[in-house]
């Protein structure tokens, strides 16, 4: 019997399954860089709304910085994630895992800074600290599988307040780490010290 693998997930560093929403906000990696690593965060826009067009405005830079008080405060941002993962799990993606996307901004991961170098961003429609639903933990296990499939070093995820810490909050608190890990079946080592074991 001849076993045929499925066909690969990935185009040019694109997922044939995404909502594709080009952003310009991006640049090449650093020659040779190895892609390691996931960064988790969350956002939405107006903070704690959710299914609105803002999120994909904003990494697209056509976002109205008038149509909300808030957007005043982030008023000229040019910043990108590689995946969005909407409330009811749709996956959009706006650059390409083969290019450096702009969302952890000042960080470090096991002494490597600028996590943007060798990391894949990946948002959740969220608030920090509110709880995220089951379509998106399904959505996100099956991104990170695919991720790691087509790139076997990136295995292992941390949360933007992993690589930020006392700058970012996101995901948060309510971030369920041990649902994702028993969805991917990584080992321990692949996540955050101390998320699996909540004190
Ligand atoms: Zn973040």
């Given at each position: 019997?001849?076993r045929v693998d499925p066909p ?192």
């Open positions: 019997m001849n690969s997930p990935w185009h040019q560093g694109w997922h044939v399954n995404a909502r594709h929403v080009p952003s310009p906000n991006h640049g090449p990696r650093p020659a040779d860089t190895l892609i390691d690593l996931a960064v988790v965060h969350s956002v939405s826009l107006p903070p704690g709304q959710y299914g609105g067009p803002e999120i994909e405005q904003l990494f697209t830079n056509q976002l109205d910085w008038h149509a909300h008080p808030y957007f005043e405060q982030i008023r000229g941002l040019e910043v990108s994630a590689h995946f969005l993962i909407r409330r009811d799990g749709e996956l959009v993606q706006f650059v390409s895992v083969l290019d450096r996307a702009w969302h952890a901004g000042r960080s470090s991961w096991q002494g490597r800074d600028n996590c943007n170098d060798y990391s894949v961003g990946i948002e959740l429609e969220g608030l920090e600290h509110h709880a995220f639903e089951p379509a998106q933990y399904d959505t996100l296990a099956d991104l990170l599988a695919d991720l790691s499939m087509h790139w076997p070093a990136l295995h292992h995820v941390a949360g933007h307040e992993h690589v930020a810490p006392g700058r970012k909050q996101d995901p948060g608190g309510a971030f369920d780490w041990i649902g994702l890990q028993q969805r991917l079946a990584w080992p321990d080592m692949a996540f955050p010290d101390g998320v699996l074991r909540p004190a």
